[in-house]
């Protein structure tokens, strides 16, 4: 798995190359003298202004304030571009710095008549209409036998994020979500999200909240979520999925987009933390535009905010280019990205054929999906017909928003827990349920075109693995051995296809099997076997790891004591002296420990693989005493804890970053 998450402290590889809308071939492919930093702590730009004074280098916009990323204006007449971004690449302050590159529209200019609206809503249910090809669809209709969108199972409202040129916010047909815990236009940043007035959305080309007019993200937006069943103009993939707007992609800069992409992160990144309070539980971006013939190793900050918003649970949708060009041969900016948290998607005609000018790639672009003559909404509470790669990605947008409203609450809150697999489920059920095309074959990831119906099928029947225990804790004497058991089981309708591993395994623990098939409702025990021979006394630990195809994946970490007073002189494990709040968390987690005389505490925090990635020592007196795990940084996920008093044990258990 290619995964670079963009925070603030991981060092991304660097260069730098070309963006479009619609893709754009220009000699030009960056502002001059602008470039775009990520630093590793936002004081540090003050000092790179300083240490690059000769070139009159000055911070003209935080770009994002998440991850520390700038866009900087210099003196090109004093040094080249290549020159300036070898010299910053060389401070220490800096985590990755690039040119700030053009970004165009992707939609082709095919002028097209006027069409009736729903009825001629080919893309969703096609019947041979106007000459097309029967079922050469996505089978929404079928889809919309099992849910119509909204919400999901826990009751989130399910948001779509449009990065676009604009948008119609007072559309008849549209359903745009509300930042409720902001006030419009009074200057302030009520929520204190970092973004002012950002009440309708976010404007990444003036900084602001107002949502320009645009044709093209209308009809984008409405492809995807156009209010379904009201009797009026058109129908979304999604009927009621609510719609955010990100003015940040017309003919623009690298920097608007990067910005662009940062507030879909904040947006969702808050609605975590506030538990759904404040913020938008954003589980889709669609990006229909990029970088005609873009190498993706020169822009490693754009990458990595797919890679980040992945990591928050959201899938990005991207629109290749809007030539016969091949991919994999010429590349693309974004759809040639390596990232696993995008689908690429090319264009396919009501006949189920490539568009004649939509790109293709056998390892770069995932699938096809309708986009040649799609009728959306314009400004003006207008319709209207377009054709390109951006009409055919919105279709997928709205299928990952339709996913999920089907999905039940076991699903759901495994999502919530491992939200980047959660993604990637969903991207797998989706590239799993293409209609396979002969047009297709060969030529794309999946060799097939988006089926709604059939992706929703294929999470509501796949296998669910059960495991009856989150941690083993064992106690043996030194120089001797034993075992204990997992229980394995398959909750779901498919078979379970699983493998089991230990990460960096060591020599005290050894499986009774590294894998095997469970079917409907079977289960079947793991067993763990240890041995203690020649070890010393102390507490050891590694994590069992449950992987397979369509599943959460599922961590046991494992605990085993070496003591020679086992099974001579009782080993007291007092956990009801200790509490953890809260737990889910989201930026801390707080220990209560009750001790009856003085003492040493060490608390210990473990990964998935049982790696130490925190440890805090502390004299405590009698009574209750409080330790706490300030966690910032770290993903959301799950994590394991120990606490151990004067050297032994007290408890062991499992917390939930938020």
């Known amino acids: 798995m290619n995964i670079k998450f963009l925070f603030a402290t991981i060092v991304l590889i660097l260069s730098v190359s070309i963006i479009t809308y619609g893709q754009k071939q220009t000699n030009t492919n960056y502002i001059d003298g602008e470039v775009l930093v990520q630093l590793n702590s936002a004081s540090e730009v003050h000092i790179l202004e300083k240490h690059f004074k000769q070139y009159n280098l000055q911070s003209v916009q935080t770009v994002s304030e998440r991850f520390n990323i700038f866009l900087l204006r210099f003196n090109s007449s004093k040094t080249s571009h290549s020159n300036f971004l070898n010299a910053l690449q060389l401070e220490k302050s800096v985590v990755n710095v690039q040119n700030n590159h053009y970004v165009e529209l992707r939609n082709t200019n095919d002028t097209l008549p006027n069409d009736p609206r729903i009825g001629d809503q080919w893309a969703l249910k096609n019947t041979g209409q106007n000459g097309g090809l029967p079922d050469a669809d996505i089978d929404a209709d079928e889809a919309w036998d099992i849910t119509t969108g909204g919400q999901t199972a826990l009751d989130d409202e399910i948001v779509i994020a449009i990065i676009d040129g604009g948008s119609d916010l007072n559309h008849e047909d549209m359903n745009f979500w509300k930042n409720t815990h902001e006030v419009p236009n009074n200057g302030n940043d009520d929520d204190g999200n970092g973004y002012i007035d950002d009440y309708d959305g976010w404007n990444a080309y003036n900084h602001s909240g107002t949502i320009p007019q645009h044709n093209h993200g209308v009809h984008v937006g409405g492809i995807a979520g156009a209010i379904g069943n009201n009797g009026k103009g058109v129908s979304g993939v999604n009927w009621n999925v609510k719609i955010l707007p990100i003015a940040g992609s017309t003919s623009t800069t690298e920097s608007i987009v990067v910005e662009a992409l940062s507030y879909v992160y904040t947006v969702r990144e808050t609605y975590d933390q506030t538990n759904g309070e404040k913020g938008a539980f954003v589980v889709a971006d669609n990006c229909s535009f990029g970088v005609d013939k873009g190498n993706p190793d020169n822009f490693p900050i754009w990458e990595a905010m797919y890679d980040s918003l992945g990591h928050l649970g959201i899938l990005s949708m991207g629109a290749t280019a809007n030539r016969p060009w091949d991919i994999d041969s010429v590349g693309d900016v974004p759809t040639a990205f390596t990232t696993d948290y995008m689908i690429s998607v090319t264009n396919t005609t009501k006949s189920d054929q490539l568009y004649m000018s939509a790109a293709y790639g056998d390892t770069t672009i995932d699938l096809g999906a309708p986009g040649t003559i799609v009728v959306s909404c314009r400004v003006n509470n207008g319709y209207g017909n377009s054709t390109g790669t951006s009409m055919a990605t919105p279709h997928v947008t709205g299928a990952v928003a339709l996913i999920l409203s089907a999905a039940d609450s076991t699903f759901m809150i495994n999502y919530k827990n491992q939200p980047a697999e959660g993604a990637l489920l969903i991207k797998g059920f989706i590239m799993d349920g293409v209609k396979k095309l002969n047009s297709l074959l060969g030529i794309t990831v999946s060799g097939g075109r988006l089926n709604v119906f059939k992706s929703i099928n294929l999470m509501l029947n796949a296998p669910i693995l059960q495991a009856d225990k989150d941690s083993v804790k064992v106690a043996f004497e030194p120089n001797s051995s034993g075992q204990d058991t997992v229980l394995l089981s398959n909750l779901g309708a498919q078979d379970l296809h699983y493998s089991v591993n230990i990460p960096e395994q060591p020599d005290w623990i050894s499986l009774s099997h590294d894998g095997g098939i469970l079917a409907e409702n ?14 010393d006394s102390g507490f050891y630990n ?25 099974g001579t002189e009782e080993i007291v494990l007092n956990t009801n002296s ?30 998935q693989k049982g790696t130490i990635i925190f440890t805090k020592n502390k004299g405590i007196s009698p009574g209750i005493q409080q330790l706490s795990w300030d966690n910032v940084q770290s993903s959301s996920g799950i994590y394991f804890y120990k606490i151990s008093v004067d050297g032994q044990m007290l408890k062991t258990g499992k917390l939930v970053k938020k």
Do not use: H, Q, W
């Open 578 to 607: 200790v509490s953890v709040f809260p737990n889910p968390f989201t930026d801390k987690a707080s220990f209560e420990i009750e001790t009856t005389t003085k003492a040493t505490v060490l608390l210990e925090i473990f990964d």
């Open 542 to 566: 590694c994590a069992v790891i449950i992987e397979g195809n369509r599943i959460f994946s599922k961590t046991i970490f494992v605990e085993m004591l070496v003591d020679p007073n086992v």
């Open 522 to 535: 079977e289960e079947e025990p793991l067993i763990l076997y240890f041995s203690t021979e020649g070890m």
